[in-house]
Nanobody, 127 residues
Framework: QVQLVESGGGSVQAGGSLTLSCATS????????MGWFRQAPGKAREGVASILPGTTSTYYHDSAKCRFIITHDYAKNTIYLIMNNLKPEDTAMYYC????????????????????WGQGTQVTVSS
């Protein structure tokens, strides 16, 4: 059973920073395509950034470029989303996801192509 455990959400003011973590098993970490998604109230879930653990392969949605960094710690089986210069429009529930098959849209992120999801962590940015 694939388990993804997110942490690190919270409330910050605009311009602040947060780092989200997603921990998983060793097997999942080394065999999966992984990414961060977010979903704001009333909006569709959207991909934010993707990473293939163990490589330098990353991808960012336009909304995340130059502000967010996706990275991983191979020893801890954890991926991170470092979010800088946060804006109120970044407010959403953030989800970590994994796919053990290469998603057709990879490195872009389509929610329907990911079968394993974490429980989500809330990020709230106030102006």
């Amino acid at each position: 059973q694939v388990q993804l455990v997110e942490s690190g959400g919270g409330s910050v003011q605009a311009g602040g920073s947060l780092t989200l973590s997603c921990a998983t098993s060793r097997y999942t970490f080394v065999s999966s395509f992984m990414g961060w998604f977010r979903q704001a109230p009333g909006k569709a879930r959207e991909g934010v950034a993707s990473i293939l653990p163990g490589t330098t392969s990353t991808y960012y949605h336009d909304s995340a470029k130059c502000r967010f960094i996706i990275t991983h710690d191979y020893a801890k089986n954890t991926i991170y989303l470092i979010m800088n210069n946060l804006k109120p429009e970044d407010t959403a529930m953030y989800y970590c996801a994994a796919s053990q098959n290469r998603p057709q849209s990879w490195p872009r992120l389509e929610p329907v192509e990911f079968s394993h999801w974490g429980q989500g962590t809330q990020v709230t940015v106030s102006s």
